[in-house]
């Protein structure tokens, strides 16, 4: 199983980022996808979901408006367009599939995001 994060980078406030990340070895299309986000000194969070379907999303409050999650079952692709950034979204990106009722599942290695003038 890989998952594969990348799309991180340096960016300033108000700047967009797209995150995808690549998977294999597992069945991508049964699977709910998440991105996790950690900054340093705090816990993993979790900033947007999307379901097996691709119906249902849902976003961090902090996020709402500004993040985009997608799927594309076909390429084995997961991504998080980001708008409008802000130095509070800096942080390690991480990409997680999940089977339910698994809590945990599978994770990627992380992209970093730093938002700084």
């Known amino acids: 199983v890989q998952l594969v994060e990348s799309g991180g980078g340096l960016v300033q406030p108000g700047e967009s980022l797209t995150l995808s990340c690549a998977t294999s070895g597992f069945i991508f299309s049964a699977y709910d996808l998440n991105w996790y986000r950690q900054a340093p000194g705090q816990e993993r969070e979790l900033v947007a979901s999307?379901?097996?379907?691709?119906?249902?999303?849902n976003y961090k409050d902090s996020v709402k408006g500004r993040f985009i999650i997608s799927r594309d079952n076909a390429k084995k692709t997961v991504s998080l367009q980001m708008t409008n950034l802000k130095p509070d979204d800096t942080a390690v990106y991480y990409c997680?599939?999940?089977?339910?009722?698994?809590?945990?599942?599978?994770w990627g290695q992380g992209t970093q995001v730093t938002v700084s003038s």
């Open positions: 999307i379901d097996s379907t691709g119906r249902r999303k």
């Open positions: 997680n599939a999940r089977y339910p009722p698994d809590t945990n599942g599978y």
